[in-house]
């Protein structure tokens, strides 16, 4: 079993979900007592959130390329960055090890296109949604990509940073949730992408009239397949 690199704690509520999941699919495929060999490094969110509202996003990837680099040397054969809105600094985190960092991006593309699906519509914070970094990636794979219009970008954000970051689960967040997908699905979305790994917290396929996409478990999925390749 090749070791897995976890850069989490942004938030630590969705890295607990990583690490659950994680182990959940090796001990799926191989049965018995087996877990997965990992390492984790958290940062403090704190710290990577006023980086991102003060634009300050250098600095942010240089703080994830230290965290990708004790994973490299804690000998972790492959690295996970679990977060959609900090694949932003994905190349500078990636040039800093030589260890793979698998894109969520990719990965999430890879499952829209195995389910026969060319639109769909994406869910994030407001930086994955209102910046190119994510939609281009996903593009890149020959999906076309909607955002919800402003008012449902700023609501999803919002609770995004003050309930979900925070452990906090609103059934009325959640039926907010399912009015922003139902208008994205209204402008023709054939699956949505749920672009923010604390949104599996709170929405799951029951929410949605079309295919979601999780992108939490669609990467530790990605994970897991290169852990256990021959």
Not at 109 to 114: D, E, L, P, Y
Request: net charge negative.
């Amino acid at each position: 079993m090749r070791r897995i690199g976890l850069i989490g704690g942004m938030s630590w509520e969705s890295s607990a979900l990583y690490y659950q999941l994680l182990n959940q699919r090796i001990a799926a495929g191989l049965g018995g007592l087996h877990s997965a060999e990992c390492v984790l490094y958290s940062v403090d969110f704190a710290d990577i959130e006023q980086m991102q509202t003060q634009g300050r996003w250098d600095d942010a990837g240089h703080r994830l390329a230290e965290a990708a680099r004790s994973l490299e040397a804690a000998g972790a054969d492959v690295a996970l960055l679990c977060t959609n809105t900090m694949h932003k600094v994905y190349d500078q985190v990636q040039s800093a090890v030589s260890i793979p960092l698998l894109h969520l991006g990719d990965a999430t593309a890879a499952a829209v296109g195995a389910a026969g699906l060319h639109t769909v519509g994406l869910l994030g914070t407001g930086f994955t949604m209102d910046e190119p970094f994510y939609r281009e990636r996903l593009e890149r794979h020959g999906l076309a990509v909607l955002v919800p219009g402003q008012t449902d970008r700023g609501l999803v954000h919002r609770v995004i940073y003050d309930e979900l970051c925070k452990g906090i689960v609103l059934p009325s967040s959640r039926a907010a949730y399912q009015d922003v997908i139902s208008r994205l699905v209204e402008r023709g979305a054939q699956g949505i992408v749920l672009g923010c790994t604390e949104i599996e917290l709170l929405v799951g396929q029951a929410d949605s009239p079309v295919p979601v996409f999780p992108t939490t478990r669609i990467h530790v999925d990605a994970a897991v397949e290169h852990a256990l390749a021959p």
